[in-house]
């Protein structure tokens, strides 16, 4: 098993920044892909950005040039650094992280969640 902790979120005003951070342990082999993905009261969870252990990254259209994801792998952490944030940014944000055993199985963990806030 792999715990993902996060930390980080809150209340911010547009055109604010917040960076958020989520630490990965347990039992982890390969933690092939981190990523943070967001969901909005009665919306469907979606990606906002992920990176994989050699560092390359993707965006959700709606966060480019805004958001920047980075990792730190002999932490084991991913962050996730915010800026001009938009009241439509406000959501619930998940980490998560795929983690492969050897040269076998992906399995892939959440974090329970933590809730950005943006007032207009």
């Known amino acids: 098993q792999v715990q993902l902790v996060e930390s980080g979120g809150g209340l911010v005003q547009a055109g604010g920044s917040l960076r958020l951070s989520c630490a990965a342990s347990g039992r982890i082999f390969s933690l092939v892909i981190m990523g943070w993905y967001r969901q909005a009261p009665g919306k469907q969870r979606e990606l906002v950005a992920a990176?994989?252990?050699?560092?390359?990254?993707d965006y959700a259209d709606s966060v480019k040039g805004r958001f920047t994801i980075s990792r730190d792998n002999a932490k084991n952490t991913v962050y996730l650094q915010m800026n001009s944030l938009k009241p439509e940014d406000t959501a619930v944000y998940y980490c998560n992280a795929d983690n492969r055993v050897q040269s076998g199985p992906t399995f892939r963990y959440w974090g329970q969640g933590t809730q950005v806030t943006v007032s207009s």
């Open positions: 990176i994989t252990s050699g560092g390359s990254t």
